[in-house]
């Protein structure tokens, strides 16, 4: 219970952060600079303000995932979008149509179905040094080349590229997290500092930011966000089962549903983003 609310109080800080942050990357910034873009960030009060959020956001999924798996806190992430909605209606004020809270009910439920159907459980408390090298290498590979094709192409094919690469190094910064924070519990603060852990997470999350902040800048939410929500989860899955030995509840009828309740789930949030407003720009003055 301790991971699963703070998986969802980490989503709720994620849709924070990612909603006043893409208020400020794209407010008169059409057409400029990454060091104009820069300049413009670093002075904007929502920007700074997102910061926040994502410090939160780090606390939070920090303490999720050291008391719970990957398998089971990554995609609770995914609420992250319901959070959003929630945002935008009581705080911005936004008019939302029914056919997005019935997206955002579909999305809830096939979350809830795929958890309880596949059960995730287990999870070695540590993994030895030897295991990450190749999904270290993998991810990062990966990552490179998804940001390579996505510095040409339209902005939802660019913004497309970005998020996958941003979704990937966030799954693959969940696993520096736990390793982390189980790093911290043997060796305490002081000694977490002579172990690669910590120096991962830091290098790791500057990625990701990167990758998400050019995903959020150079195309709309409609198309960054469910990308990021929806591989996130699944990579994080793997890496559960790949370096932690987490495992799902076996037999073809669990996985079937589980594999059915994760399709229902993503129809869900790509109906919710682009059923709900594509901007939040126009209620700017509000906030």
């Known amino acids: 219970m301790i991971a699963v609310l703070f998986g969802l109080l980490t989503a709720l800080s994620n849709a924070f952060a990612v909603a006043v942050q893409h208020i400020a990357s794209t407010s008169e910034t059409e057409g400029s600079s990454l060091w104009q873009l820069v300049r413009h960030l670093v002075r904007h009060p929502l920007w700074l303000l997102g910061w926040i959020g994502m410090g939160g956001s780090l606390v939070f999924q920090a303490v999720a995932l050291h008391f719970g798996p990957l398998s089971v806190v990554q995609p609770l992430l995914v609420t992250e979008l319901i959070m959003a909605l929630a945002l935008r209606r009581l705080w911005l004020r936004q008019s939302l149509r029914g056919v997005t809270w019935v997206s955002a009910t579909l999305t809830a439920v096939g979350l809830v179905a795929f958890l309880v159907a596949t059960s995730p459980s287990g999870g070695a408390f540590t993994v ?118 987490e495992h799902l509840r076996s037999g073809v009828v669990h996985l079937g549903v589980g594999a059915v309740a994760f399709v229902v789930m993503s129809i869900g949030v790509v109906a919710l983003t682009r059923t709900a407003p594509p901007s939040m720009s126009a209620d700017v003055h509000r906030l």
């Not at 519990?185 to 830091?202: D, K, M, S, T």
Request: aromatic letters at 10%; hydrophobic letters at 55%.
């Open 128 to 245: 030895s040094t030897s295991r990450w090298t190749v999904p270290i290498v993998v991810s990062v590979a990966t990552v490179v080349v998804l940001v390579a094709l996505a510095q040409r192409g339209t902005p939802n094919r660019r913004a497309g590229l970005f998020a996958a690469a941003t979704a990937i190094m966030w799954a693959l910064e969940a696993t520096f997290i736990k390793a982390t924070t189980d790093t911290i519990g043997r060796f305490g603060w002081v000694g977490a500092l002579e172990h690669w852990p910590i120096y991962a997470l830091c290098l790791g999350g500057a990625i990701g930011l990167f990758c998400e902040q050019s995903a959020l800048h150079v195309g709309p939410l409609s198309v960054s966000q469910p990308i990021i929500v929806i591989v996130d989860p699944i990579v994080s899955v793997l890496f559960g089962i790949w370096l932690y030995h």
